[in-house]
């Protein structure tokens, strides 16, 4: 009896074995933006490594969202760039690029930032000429009794499209990220582009989404403790104002700012001695 017994032991242990080595297969690993298959994450283990340690990002083909893998420089300063609030992300900056990575190295991102349109130039998309038709050579009003060169169309040679309540398009400017990265309390990314455009470029969704427009040309950007507002600079103006840049409220002139622990404002006066923040 007992070495049947162990003999069905034995078989039971067996399948038992072979079922849970199935289970944390690559068969059923989550690939959420690729993440590579024989990372731990995608057997269900914990996010390695354990805090202090570098992830590793040199010992296997790195699965995610790039056009080109990261130079090998790169991915040595991503193994050891400052981690998220979360504990899950490290971000890097170099050679005019972002470069974001699990902390367990399943997944690799090259943050693409979308690219900048030019604002019309101030007084109008004609940049201020409206209302200030001149006067032609023989001292007639614009568009009134002037000669039509041969040809020419009568009702004016320029059309509905370049009308002033029509401009032209502006090209859109592709731009690059300025240092430095900062990590908001939501574990987002906040940076900023050659177009003095804000940005914030979030991992958990691979989205980069331009702040509002006020913030545009604004310096020193901190973000409050629960992420909900931001304190920044406009010239020698305070303002704080929403996450995103609606709702922006003058603080005053030639002050310094600062949130407490407790997400409160703390403004002193600028000594004088202290140069402009831009």
């Given amino acids: 009896m007992m070495p049947g ?10 399948v038992l074995l072979i079922t849970g080595c199935a289970r944390s297969g690559p068969a059923d690993a989550v690939r959420e933006y690729g993440i590579d298959p024989a990372a731990p994450v995608a057997a269900g283990h914990a996010a390695l490594p354990l805090p ?22 790169t991915l040595e300063a991503l193994s050891t760039a400052p981690v998220s609030p979360d504990g899950l992300f490290r971000a890097v900056l ?32 004609d940049g201020g000429a409206q209302g200030t038709a001149q006067p032609d050579l023989d001292g007639n009003p614009a568009g009134q009794g002037a000669a039509t060169p041969p040809g020419a169309d009568p ?32 574990s987002t990314l906040l940076l900023r582009d050659t177009a003095s ?29 629960d992420g909900s507002q931001v304190l920044f600079y406009k010239g020698n103006q305070l303002y704080t104002a929403r996450w995103d840049g609606s709702d922006p409220q003058p ?28």
């Avoid at 202090?52 to 420089?73: I, K, M, Q, V």
């Avoid at 030639?254 to 202290?274: I, K, M, Y």
């Fill in 52 to 73: 202090g340690e570098p992830t590793p990002l040199g010992s296997r083909s790195l699965s995610g969202l790039y056009a080109s893998p990261p130079a090998a420089d």
């Fill in 197 to 225: 455009r804000w940005l914030e470029a979030d991992p958990a969704t691979a989205a980069v989404t331009p702040l509002g427009p006020f913030l545009t040309g604004a310096t020193h950007l901190i973000p409050s403790p």
């Fill in 94 to 125: 170099r050679d005019g690029e972002i470069w974001v990575t699990r902390i367990d190295g399943a997944w690799l991102w090259q943050v693409t930032l979308p690219p900048a349109t030019p604002a019309p130039p101030e007084g109008g998309a």
């Fill in 155 to 186: 009702a004016g040679a320029s059309t509905a499209a370049d009308s002033p309540a029509n401009p032209p398009e502006s090209p859109a400017i592709e731009v690059e990220p300025v240092a430095p990265l900062t990590w908001t309390p939501r």
């Fill in 251 to 278: 603080i005053g002139e030639n002050l310094v700012g600062h949130w407490d622990s407790a997400g409160q404002l703390v403004v002193r006066e600028r000594p004088a001695d202290t140069e402009n923040p831009d």
């Fill in 5 to 14: 017994r162990s003999r069905y032991g034995a078989l039971i242990l067996a």
